[in-house]
């Protein structure tokens, strides 16, 4: 949930949202924002009697009560997401030093600049963040000098203008060189599943088809 959309909610609706955490293999959920102590964000602290880490790579690893012993009649995938105990997400992150966890990004959709990991979710919620965006969605680009590039779609509110320059520019202000966007499409829509979820992987389909 990006921030600037959760803290417009709580304005318009006068109520607290409390953020959290999980996936159907963990029952599904993993942390939870404590009443009235929330930290704009993040997903909360880890339930009681589930333990979180994060490995070398960023990935978040579960393990306890709740996290499924495997999937049905399927050893090989089990085997992919279950080793040593712990339950690998497949989600990025990080757990600071009072235990608030924050997702960054899911861990395959990553895009790898120059051998640079960038996280498509942090330069879509900067672009939310410019007045004349309704909405945005970020992939990776096939390139031939960095691998790829962070390539951004965005949905344009109603009257409101902008170039790709300048909404380029505005992203470069707030992100390190090499997490900047490269190239900015307009669309009419940014495709979405029944539950409102991004479907980036619509979008690199429909790049790869350009020849992208």
């Known amino acids: 949930l990006p921030n600037e959309v959760r803290i417009e909610f709580e304005r318009v609706f006068d109520c607290e949202v409390r953020d959290g955490y999980g996936l159907t293999e963990t029952a599904p959920v993993l942390t939870v924002t404590p009443l009235g102590a929330g930290r704009i964000g993040t997903v909360g602290l880890a339930l009681p009697h589930v333990e979180l880490t994060i490995a070398t790579d960023g990935e978040i690893l579960a393990r306890g009560p709740n996290v499924m012993i495997g999937y049905y009649r399927n050893p090989d995938a089990t085997a992919a997401v279950i080793r040593d105990g712990w339950f690998y997400t497949g989600d990025i992150g990080r757990i600071d030093a009072d235990g608030y966890v924050s997702i960054t990004d899911r861990k395959k959709e990553l895009i790898k600049y120059s051998g640079f990991q960038v996280p498509p979710a942090e330069l879509e919620g900067i672009l939310l963040e410019h007045p004349a965006v309704a909405d945005s969605a970020v992939i990776g680009k096939a390139d031939v000098e960095h691998g790829e590039i962070p390539k951004a779609f965005v949905v344009l509110k109603a009257d409101a203008q902008a170039t790709d320059g300048e909404l380029m520019a505005y992203v470069a202000q707030q992100v390190a060189t090499f997490k900047q966007?490269?190239?900015?499409?307009?669309?009419?829509?940014?495709?979405?599943?029944?539950?409102?979820?991004?479907?980036?992987?619509?979008?690199?389909?429909?790049?790869?088809?350009?020849?992208?």
């Open 181 to 212: 966007v490269r190239e900015i499409e307009f669309v009419d829509a940014i495709p979405k599943n029944a539950s409102g979820k991004l479907l980036r992987r619509v979008l690199v389909e429909q790049e790869r088809a350009k020849g992208g």
